[in-house]
């Protein structure tokens, strides 16, 4: 029998009345249409500072609801206070309710009660966080009821400023900021947060990555989400959760508060359980840019992964609550549409959503000197929204770097490019490793998925530009080069499955003898990073890929988990050993971290690899296989020869007609010190490539 979902402290019952839980809504009969209301309201519209704020000594608390009749303030003295003060909105011909208070609130909690036509304006409604909050305080339910806090606090940057970097010279990691710290081996005093992620000295964190070389890190989303999912196998407004035995979320692609960064990632380990109040001190306003200083102060530039598609799902209290109506695409029956599978898709085309967005963007670059931004599912969003906050943005930072997850409503990197953005480039991803293990194996494994060719791995060489016929680019560093991601398996266990050296559904017995690379897969994991950090572009490796990482699920992590103890392909939900970082399996591989470490040293060395110009390549055909090519990179002053053979039947022999070359890497290894020489000739074996330097 079903349980019946309510939360069972009285507060709760407060914040959320209980004619509120409800998350899709019901067909009911409108005088005026959907799409009518909506253009009305696109016309009203207002530049006036949002949010809470200090003037003059006192508190001013706005809020843009163009369809509300009604809002209270409420302010609290705590989370838990019973005896909360009300206060009465007053609004304004364009859209905007406010109120202000006596005095300096900071630390205050606040919230808004939001009544819209129709509503019994003497009963209390939810309680709604303000969308432009800097801090927020959440309590640990499916429901995620949140207060916003009032932060007035002023932060020492020492001289801090962004790092400004060519797109081209851009080698990203995108990782997680619990699960850097948050296994054991990472000797973290602090596991899981901001502060253990840049405390030195430790075997994990920031000590790690900068040994790596990478010069950027992109963070999973880092602005306040939406942890906890529906209780497994039960319902809530006729969704039933048979998918996440976890009730988790655990990368954070269900933001909450866009203003606002992740509490859980202040908070001690015990932190994130169910009926408990998270980020009520506001602390991790100070900890997150504690941490993007420490990341400059190595030369790191930090980069957020941003959700502004869709809102957090299960979201009450929100803008569902605040303006369903015009903060959301809705259907012909007012109810949400959700191409981004998320439930609830955000209508950035609304100019005050819009203006939010742009807001938000702003805000992170100037409060916490954000370098660059990913947006999820980027195709969600509008044309005008994409050219606007590009446009915006770049009178702050000319150098702020905006890529995108071009998907949403079909795959579309071209249109990106366009409008001076850079996306992901699934076509490098799946033309060198393969779409999938099973049966779409790719160049690497000397196959080609799809309508992948001789001909397109070239011109993933170039940066996949519009200059050839397989092109997606108007210029190459809008190519994000990508072999892994969060998403899908990792590039170790695709080259695992692969080659058939683990099944699908294997239990892994001794996870530590599974995560040794064989010869057989240190190959293939070596020739695609030399593929990835040799070809024109910005380069983006996932974390763990430098040591081919293995996500395989902890046989007892959770017994509703059927796959326990199995290789995972989507770990959004799981916050324990297999998303954490295991520094003891960096030492497992250290071959291949070794071999990224070079190669990522040979990259940032030599700007033949990042700045050349498409007329700059010439490419050397092989006849004897399809599989095996090499060209001539001719940059300045500097001649370079790069040879690779994916064919795994057959050495292959490339003559170099030239000179004498040095070897900077090879199927052995990576330095900017030479390896020794070649000359003549150059034999390769199966799945092997090499990277020359003319004397």
């Not at 509120?20 to 309201?41: C, H, P, Y």
């Not at 609290?76 to 202000?100: A, I, R």
């Not at 869709?310 to 959301?328: A, C, M, P, R, V």
Request: contains cysteine; negative net charge.
């Amino acid at each position: 029998m079903q349980k019946i979902l309510v939360v069972i402290l009285l507060f709760v019952n407060l914040i959320i009345p209980r004619s509120e839980r409800v998350f899709v809504s019901e067909k009911t009969e409108v005088q005026e249409s959907i799409a009518e209301k909506q253009k009305r309201l696109d016309k009203i519209y207002s530049d006036k500072k949002l949010g809470s704020f200090l003037d003059n000594g006192n508190t001013v608390f706005r809020i843009f609801a163009p369809s509300a009749v009604k809002i209270l303030l409420n302010v609290y003295h705590s989370p838990e206070d019973k005896n909360y003060n009300k206060f009465d909105m007053l609004k304004s011909d364009d859209g905007v309710w406010e109120t202000t208070l006596d005095g300096d609130l900071n630390g205050s909690f606040y919230g808004y009660q939001v009544y819209h036509e129709g509503d019994d304006l003497s009963k209390d409604k939810v309680v709604c966080i303000d969308p432009y909050a800097k801090a927020v305080a959440t309590y640990n339910t499916y429901m995620n009821p949140r207060l916003s806090i009032v932060y007035n606090k002023d932060y020492d940057w020492e001289g801090d400023e962004w790092i400004k970097q060519d797109w081209r010279d851009l080698i990203v990691y995108e990782m997680h900021i619990r699960d850097m710290t948050a296994h054991e081996s990472s000797g973290s005093d602090y596991p899981g947060t901001y502060k253990g992620l840049i405390q030195k000295g430790k075997k994990g964190g920031i000590d790690y990555i900068k040994k790596l070389g990478v010069n950027t890190v992109e963070l999973l989303p880092a602005q306040e989400f939406g942890n906890m999912e529906i209780p497994f196998k039960d319902s809530l407004s006729g969704k039933f959760n048979t998918w996440n035995p976890y009730e988790r979320n655990h990368w954070g692609y269900m933001t909450a508060a866009y203003f606002a960064p992740e509490a859980y990632y202040s908070e001690d380990w015990d932190s994130l359980k169910r009926n408990n109040w998270m980020g009520t001190t506001g602390k991790q306003v100070e900890h997150f840019k504690d941490m993007v200083k420490a990341f400059h102060k190595e030369g790191i530039a930090v980069m957020m992964d941003v959700v502004y598609n869709h809102l957090s799902e299960y979201e009450i209290g929100n803008l569902k609550q605040i303006d369903k109506d015009y903060y959301f695409r809705l259907d012909e029956n007012g109810n949400f549409i959700a191409e981004s599978f998320c439930g609830n898709d955000l209508r950035t085309e609304a100019p005050m959503l819009r203006r939010l967005i742009i807001d938000s963007i702003i805000f992170w670059m100037k409060e916490y000197h954000i370098d660059g931004f990913r947006f999820d599912l980027g195709k969600l969003i509008d044309w005008t929204t994409i050219e606007m906050i590009i446009r915006e943005a770049k009178k702050i930072n000319p150098n702020v770097v905006f890529v995108c997850e071009p998907w949403g409503g079909g795959y579309d990197p071209k249109g990106f490019s366009l409008r001076g953005w850079g996306a992901w480039n699934d076509q490098i991803r799946n033309g060198v490793k393969g779409e999938n293990p099973f049966n779409g194996h790719g160049w690497i494994f000397g196959k080609w998925y799809g309508n992948n060719s001789p001909q397109r791995i070239k011109s993933y060489v170039n940066g996949t530009l519009i200059k050839d016929e397989h092109g997606l680019f108007q210029t190459k560093e809008h190519s994000v080069n990508y072999l892994e991601s969060h998403d899908g398996y990792t590039l170790g266990d695709f080259i695992r499955l692969g080659l058939g050296h683990v099944k699908k559904d294997e239990i892994i017995e001794n996870v530590d003898e599974h995560v040794k690379l064989t010869d057989e897969q240190m190959k293939l994991n070596k020739l695609a990073a030399m593929f990835l950090f040799t070809s024109q572009g910005m380069t983006m490796i996932h974390t763990g890929q430098e040591y081919a990482r293995s996500k395989v699920i902890p046989k007892d992590a959770n017994q509703n988990d059927k796959h326990a103890g199995m290789i995972d392909h989507n770990t959004y939900d799981k916050d324990n050993e297999v998303n954490y970082i295991n520094y003891d399996h960096v030492e497992i591989n250290q071959e291949l971290f070794d071999y990224y470490q070079g190669l990522i040293e040979l990259r940032k060395k030599y700007s033949a690899f990042r700045h050349a110009d498409y007329e700059d390549i010439e490419f050397i055909e092989n006849l004897k296989s399809d599989f095996a090519f090499g060209y001539k990179l001719n940059y300045e002053d500097q001649k370079f020869v790069v040879l690779f053979n994916a064919d795994q039947n057959n050495n292959i022999t490339f003559n170099l007609s030239d000179g004498v070359y040095e070897i900077l890497a090879n199927e052995k290894g990576t330095g900017i010190n030479s390896l020794g020489n070649a000359k003549s000739s150059i034999e390769l074996t199966p799945a092997s490539g090499i990277v020359l330097k003319r004397k």
